[in-house]
């Protein structure tokens, strides 16, 4: 069977764009996903099983028994099918070179960073960007190698970060950018014009891999590297977190409070007061506001986050 255009991912946002694929530009002929028993050897934050999209709108979606690609099942629906052109949304692994081949226009993706490719190269940007506490984001469309995030440019878009902007806001506005330059690719997919762009002028650096440990806080840091981690780690992705003794506490939401009043009698990470059962906390420079929070323990006045 051939398949014209197909989409490659495991989460919501995947779901958001095959369906703006579908319903606005063109039919999508095939989903590839993994299957959920993955999920269980391969930390996904966000993960979403997509038959639905057979179930609403008839697309047919292949679940692979290996992020990787390499295993059996999938190689045999590789090697008995065709394929034209394939984009990738939330499938944050390399796509093997075998695969890659059996794309007669290629695979494309989206990666970015406040600069332009080869700089920021690597894993989670968009959190790193955040984390960071990076103002733009330049989201570039790019056709896969076998090498992660090569300078093979397609087109980009730009967009702001802003101080209130969390993780999940920026996913947002990615997700409007992408759907932008899918519309730009597929129209020069239909055309025959796809030209790629290999001519940049920029450094290599690279976003090494976060996981679920890397959301620790540290009240040794000042109150903005905080918030640009939490508000960098929250839903969908496992949160920021401190201990309350034995317990961990799991911080999904908190802003700057104050950096003026005189909090020198409290410990960085101690509780100054609880409010609505919201809680102030001494910082280095200051203080942050904790709005939302998961944790087993009651928080009192005096407790100190570690």
Known sequence: MKFKVSVF???????????????????????ITVAKAVTERNEISGYKGLTVLTEKYGIPVFEADSYSLTDEKTKTFLE????????????????PQAVLDKFICGIFGFHGNCGYLPFGRGRSPLNW?????DTRFNL????????????????TEMFSITVHD?????????????????????????????????????FDSWFD?????????????????????????????????????????????????????????????????????????RTVDGSLLIERYECRTEVFIHDVLS
């Open 9 to 31: 991912g495991v989460k919501d946002t995947t779901e958001n764009i095959v369906e703006y694929i579908h319903k606005e530009i063109c039919p999508v002929d095939l989903v």
């Open 80 to 95: 008995e099918n065709e394929f034209e052109i394939g984009i990738s949304m939330g499938w944050q692994r390399l796509v």
């Open 129 to 133: 960007s955040i984390i960071q506490g």
């Open 140 to 155: 570039n469309l790019f056709r896969y190698d076998e090498k992660a995030d090569s300078p093979n440019i397609f087109a």
């Open 166 to 202: 969390t993780i999940r806001t920026a996913q947002y506005k990615n997700m409007i950018c992408s759907k932008r330059l899918i519309r730009k690719l597929l129209t020069a997919y239909r055309d025959g014009n796809i030209v790629i762009r290999r001519d940049s002028k920029d």
């Open 209 to 281: 891999k976060r996981t679920t440990a890397d959301g620790r806080i540290d009240f040794r840091q000042r109150t903005r590297e905080i918030y640009n981690l939490i508000r960098g780690v929250t839903a969908p992705f496992p949160g920021a977190f401190a201990m309350l003794g034995e317990e961990k506490m799991i911080i999904w939401e908190a802003h700057p409070f104050d950096e003026i009043m005189d909090f020198s009698a409290y410990a960085p990470g101690e509780v100054v007061d609880v409010f609505d059962g919201k809680m102030v906390i």
